[in-house]
C-alpha cells in the first residue's frame, strides 16, 4: 500500500462531498487509486448520516481504493485511519494529549480533532471511499462534544497536513495489508485507547450496553463485559465517564 503516497490527487475549491465525487467517479468507470481533496464541502457527512461542517480551511479528503479484500475488513478501515490521523496530530501537536476512542475518533484533550467516513462503492470489485476531514483552522461549534484544531497548538496548514496524512496512512495501510495483519494495527490503536478497564455504555441503533470495556476482538468489535455475558459490537456510540468527566472540567 506504499504506492498511496503515490496515488494522483484531484484537488477542488468547493465540493458537496469527496466521499461522494468517489462514489460518481466510479459510476462514471474511474477505478484507479485516487485522492480526491477539496478545500471546503457543502454536504460533508460523518458515521450514521450526521452532518459533517466542512468549511474552508480544513482538511478534507477521500481516497478512493480498490482492495482485494473481501467486504467484512471495512470496520477495520477507521482504526487504520484514526492511526494516520493520531500520526498528524503527533507532528503538528507533539505535546497534545492525544488520545483514540471507539471506533474512530482522534481526540486531543478529550476534544475531537477529525471526522472519518468510509464507504463501499463497490463490492465487486472492491472499492472504498475513504474520506477524513481534519480541522486545521478551526473547529465546528454548538456540537453534542467539544472539538478542537491543529492551530490551536501551532503554525498548520492545509497543504502540510495532507502530506503528512497521506504519508501517514500509505504506511497504516501497509501494516494492515488489507486485513493480514490487523493485529499490529489492534494493538497499535489499544495502545493509545480511552476507555480500557472502564464502566462504559455502547448504544446502537435498538439497545443500550453497559460493562466493563476489555478491548478490541480481532475484527474491530468492541469488547463489553456485563457480569457472566460478552457482547462484540462492531458499531454504536461509546459513552467514556472519565471522557464526560475530563471534558466537563475544560
Same mark, same amino acid.
Given at each position: 500500500?506504499?504506492?498511496?503516497?503515490?496515488?494522483?490527487?484531484?484537488?477542488?475549491?468547493?465540493?458537496?462531498?469527496?466521499?461522494?465525487?468517489?462514489?460518481?467517479?466510479?459510476?462514471?468507470?474511474?477505478?484507479?487509486?485516487?485522492?480526491?481533496?477539496?478545500?471546503?464541502?457543502?454536504?460533508?457527512?460523518?458515521?450514521?448520516?450526521?452532518?459533517?461542517?466542512?468549511?474552508?480551511?480544513?482538511?478534507?479528503?477521500?481516497?478512493?481504493?480498490?482492495?482485494?479484500?473481501?467486504?467484512?475488513?471495512?470496520?477495520?478501515?477507521?482504526?487504520?485511519?484514526?492511526?494516520?490521523?493520531?500520526?498528524?496530530?503527533?507532528?503538528?501537536?507533539?505535546?497534545?494529549?492525544?488520545? *483514540?476512542? $471507539?471506533?474512530?475518533?482522534?481526540?486531543?484533550? %478529550?476534544?475531537? !480533532? +477529525?471526522?472519518?467516513?468510509?464507504?463501499?462503492?463497490?463490492?465487486?470489485?472492491?472499492?472504498?471511499?475513504?474520506?477524513?476531514?481534519?480541522?486545521?483552522?478551526?473547529?465546528?461549534?454548538?456540537?453534542?462534544?467539544?472539538?478542537?484544531?491543529?492551530?490551536?497548538?501551532?503554525?498548520?496548514?492545509?497543504?502540510?497536513?495532507?502530506?503528512?496524512?497521506?504519508?501517514?496512512?500509505?504506511?497504516?495501510?501497509?501494516?494492515?495489508?488489507?486485513?493480514?495483519?490487523?493485529?499490529?494495527?489492534? *494493538?497499535? $490503536?489499544?495502545?493509545?485507547?480511552?476507555?480500557? %478497564?472502564?464502566? !462504559? +455504555?455502547?448504544?446502537?441503533?435498538?439497545?443500550?450496553?453497559?460493562?466493563?470495556?476489555?478491548?478490541?476482538?480481532?475484527?474491530?468489535?468492541?469488547?463489553?463485559?456485563?457480569?457472566?455475558?460478552?457482547?462484540?459490537?462492531?458499531?454504536?456510540?461509546?459513552?467514556?465517564?472519565?471522557?464526560?468527566?475530563?471534558?466537563?472540567?475544560?
Amino acid at each position: 500500500m506504499n504506492i498511496v503516497v503515490q496515488a494522483p490527487v484531484r484537488h477542488y475549491d468547493t465540493i458537496d462531498s469527496t466521499n461522494l465525487e468517489a462514489h460518481r467517479l466510479f459510476q462514471s468507470g474511474e477505478r484507479g487509486l485516487l485522492f480526491l481533496l477539496a478545500d471546503e464541502q457543502t454536504q460533508g457527512r460523518g458515521r450514521m448520516q450526521r452532518q459533517w461542517v466542512s468549511e474552508s480551511g480544513n482538511c478534507y479528503s477521500t481516497l478512493m481504493l480498490p482492495l482485494r479484500a473481501d467486504i467484512s475488513v471495512l470496520a477495520q478501515i477507521g482504526f487504520v485511519v484514526s492511526l494516520a490521523v493520531a500520526d498528524v496530530v503527533t507532528a503538528f501537536a507533539p505535546q497534545a494529549r492525544l488520545q *483514540l476512542k $471507539w471506533p474512530n475518533d482522534v481526540l486531543i484533550a %478529550g476534544a475531537k !480533532v +477529525s471526522g472519518i467516513l468510509s464507504e463501499v462503492v463497490s463490492q465487486s470489485p472492491l472499492t472504498l471511499a475513504i474520506g477524513c476531514g481534519i480541522n486545521v483552522a478551526h473547529a465546528p461549534t454548538g456540537l453534542a462534544y467539544p472539538a478542537t484544531h491543529l492551530s490551536v497548538f501551532g503554525e498548520a496548514t492545509c497543504d502540510g497536513v495532507f502530506d503528512i496524512y497521506r504519508s501517514a496512512l500509505a504506511h497504516w495501510l501497509a501494516m494492515w495489508d488489507e486485513g493480514h495483519d490487523f493485529e499490529t494495527i489492534r *494493538l497499535a $490503536w489499544l495502545h493509545r485507547a480511552i476507555g480500557i %478497564g472502564e464502566t !462504559v +455504555s455502547v448504544t446502537t441503533a435498538n439497545m443500550n450496553i453497559k460493562g466493563c470495556f476489555e478491548g478490541l476482538d480481532p475484527q474491530g468489535a468492541i469488547i463489553i463485559t456485563d457480569n457472566d455475558r460478552t457482547h462484540m459490537l462492531l458499531s454504536g456510540d461509546l459513552h467514556i465517564p472519565s471522557l464526560a468527566a475530563m471534558r466537563s472540567s475544560t
